[in-house]
């Protein structure tokens, strides 16, 4: 999200391997509940890069999104670009205190050994990765450099395909104009095809808003494999406190089950509430950034688990915290600038 559109505009140590081993043509995943864990749900044990991927084939590998729902993890920033053992160390930290199962990438880092080191890190702590393909926010073609890096990192690293569920072709492109409506669903059909043989669901993340901002977006949302939807109630026009954001998260969800014929797994990919207004202001002057709002967010998000599981298909709803840490995001993260969460942060993780 730019800064100043969305107070404008929104309305409501390295291991490669010489080749991966594809998936074939039937995908069925395993399921959490199975005598031998599938990754990433908290029974599974971490296994060290250089011991290199399971012994398995990708469809058992993975639980089946039939299986997930409730809190998946954090959103974490990558233009830092952190070293190795700093996400080793983030990576852990959010499983063991937290009970996180996923990492979504936001930004990118320039350097060229950078998703090599991510893969290791979340492969080591026993977390899978959704990946983003990032453009940026002052247009250009770096995006496809960015791209075809990933391409490169599947078809060398066998632990890619054991660590990235999705890859998203951008964060809020739509809402951004990167790319019109029918570029980029032919871009998403595009990556689709290539990653196929790595079972690589493939997406965008974006929030409801986005998908009218430029005309009709429906091819884009026919194009996509599962739906990742940004719940940011915050920038609602009628925004108050945290803790009243319900009606319009569930007024958004039942718009993406509808637009997708209940076809798709929804899970939000980028959703929080802020503790200051230091980054982005509100679009209501009732709306109020503090962390008795972001808790009341974060309480509703985690006690309607059920009701998401009754109105979405595919065993129901899971998220993202957006962001992991203040450091990263000045007022989102649950981590405050002296390392501590900012409130007692201790989420379901299934229902």
Not at 124 to 136: A, E, K, M, R
Not at 213 to 221: F, K, N, P, T
Not at 333 to 342: A, E, F, Q, V
Request: net charge positive; with cysteine.
């Amino acid at each position: 999200m730019k800064p100043i559109l969305s107070l404008l505009a929104v309305a409501s140590g390295l291991f490669v391997h010489a080749n991966a081993s594809p998936l074939g043509s039937q995908v069925v995943l395993g399921n959490a509940n199975g005598t031998d864990p599938c990754f990433p749900s908290l029974a599974y044990k971490p296994r060290d890069p250089k011991s290199g991927p399971p012994n398995k084939k990708l469809e058992e590998h993975w639980c089946s999104q039939e299986s997930e729902n409730g809190f998946f993890g954090f959103t974490y920033a990558t233009w830092g670009c952190p070293s190795l053992t700093q996400m080793q160390s983030d990576f852990g930290r959010m499983r063991n205190q937290f009970k996180a199962r996923y990492v979504r990438m936001y930004g990118w880092c320039e350097d060229g050994d950078f998703l090599t080191r991510i893969t290791n890190a979340a492969f080591s702590q026993g977390v899978g990765l959704h990946g983003t393909i990032w453009f940026g926010f002052d247009g250009g073609d770096a995006w496809k450099k960015r791209r075809d890096q990933f391409f490169a990192l599947f078809k060398s690293n066998p632990l890619a395909a054991y660590t990235f569920r999705t890859l998203d072709v951008g964060s809020e492109p739509l809402f951004d104009w990167v790319l019109p409506p029918k570029a980029l669903a032919l871009e998403i059909l595009s990556v689709k095809k290539t990653l196929a043989p790595y079972g690589i669901k493939v997406s965008i993340s974006e929030m409801q808003y986005g998908y009218s901002v430029q005309g009709d977006s429906q091819m884009v949302l026919d194009a996509e494999d599962v739906v990742h939807a940004h719940q940011l109630q915050f920038f609602d026009k009628d925004a108050t406190t945290g803790d009243k954001a319900l009606p319009s998260i569930l007024s958004s969800t039942n718009w993406f089950v509808s637009k997708t014929n209940k076809t798709r797994k929804i899970i939000y990919s980028q959703t929080g509430w802020p503790t200051n207004t230091k980054v982005w202001k509100p679009n209501s002057p009732k709306a109020v950034a503090s962390v008795q709002s972001a808790k009341g967010f974060y309480q509703v998000l985690d006690s309607s688990c059920e009701q998401f599981k009754k109105i979405t298909p595919l065993g129901g709803v899971g998220w993202f915290w957006h962001i992991w840490k203040d450091d990263m995001l000045d007022g989102w993260g649950l981590i405050d600038w002296n390392g501590n969460p900012k409130w007692n942060f201790a989420p379901r993780t299934s229902c």
